[in-house]
């Protein structure tokens, strides 16, 4: 369960933060930014795997 919560949490930083530097800074940090925004909405994604508890029986 933490490392969800550490990979939702790093994950949503450099989401939040690439898409600022893509949008807002300079032109040539638009492919820095769209990395760093790339790479935290696949952290975002993975983290998903570790939060769902995947033990659950319905049957019972």
């Known amino acids: ?7 939702f949490s790093i994950g949503l930083v450099l989401f939040m ?4 530097v893509a949008t807002l800074l300079s032109t040539g ?8 925004a ?5 952290l ?3 983290s998903s795997h570790f939060i769902v508890p ?3 029986n319905i049957h019972d």
């Open 44 to 46: 975002l994604g993975i």
């Open 1 to 7: 369960m933490k490392k969800g919560i550490l990979l």
């Open 17 to 20: 933060v690439g898409m600022f």
């Open 29 to 36: 940090w638009i492919i820095t930014g769209t990395l760093m």
């Open 54 to 56: 995947t033990s659950r």
């Open 38 to 42: 790339v790479i935290g909405g696949g």
